[in-house]
């Protein structure tokens, strides 16, 4: 996530940082976004130089077994070592409310390209959402919308679906490129002026799905 999309160059980086997949396993469908999933870590891995094995990480996601559809994390050490956890996932609410958050995004700041641990900003506010809202959304120094805590935006205007560019600053979700591939949804830049006068809204994630929202007033 930069002004432009060269791979950057990553220094001491800290032995604790951990790469992050969060994805949905179905009873029926088990990890349908999988590939999408460990594509994404491999290419991190790669920049960042992790060491990654994908024939491990399969087994061991091919293992999970539930009745019901569950949230499981999988996180990667830059030394290779995973861990796979699962809990029950709750069904999500017909809509979320969203309010802009007061924290900058740098849309130069090359993490924001990767789900990592190195993401204590958008924790700790999370942690702390006012009553009645459920997502934080961030705008760069350009005053571009960039993303949520833990979400992809989408914003309906003049009849075209549009969700911004990672140069805006924002990670490149299985959701989102699904959306883009599929042609639902196109890639441009979205002002904090286009998610007050749109003519709809939504956030998600491929855990979650595709969520109806509005902004806050």
């Known amino acids: 996530r930069g002004s432009t999309l060269e791979v950057p160059v990553y220094s001491n980086i800290r032995e604790d940082i951990e790469l992050i997949e969060t994805f949905l396993w179905d009873p029926e469908k088990g990890a349908p976004d999988i590939d999408f999933h460990l594509e994404r870590m491999c290419k991190s891995a790669g920049n960042l130089r992790f060491k990654f094995e994908i024939r491990k990480i399969r087994d ?10 569950l949230r499981c994390r999988l996180t990667l050490s830059i030394s290779g070592e995973t861990n796979l956890s699962t809990s029950i996932l709750n069904p999500n609410p017909e809509a979320w409310t969203l309010l802009l958050s007061d924290s900058i995004l740098s849309s130069s700041d090359p993490w924001l390209l990767h789900k990592s641990s190195n993401r204590a900003l958008y924790d700790t506010e999370r942690a702390k959402l006012p009553d009645g809202i459920d997502e934080f959304i961030y705008l760069n120094e350009r005053n571009e919308v ?10 309906k205007k003049s009849s075209h679906w549009f969700t911004p560019p ?7 979700g299985v959701l989102r490129r699904k959306k883009i591939e599929e042609g639902s949804c196109k890639v441009g830049i979205v002002t904090y002026s286009d998610l007050q006068e749109a003519e709809k809204i939504t956030v998600g994630n491929a855990l979650r799905g595709e969520i109806n929202a509005v902004l806050s007033s």
């Open 166 to 172: 990672l140069s805006s600053g924002c990670l490149p």
């Open 60 to 69: 061991q996601v091919f293992k999970i077994k539930s009745e019901k559809r």
């Open 146 to 155: 960039c993303e949520g805590t833990i979400t992809n935006i989408f914003v």
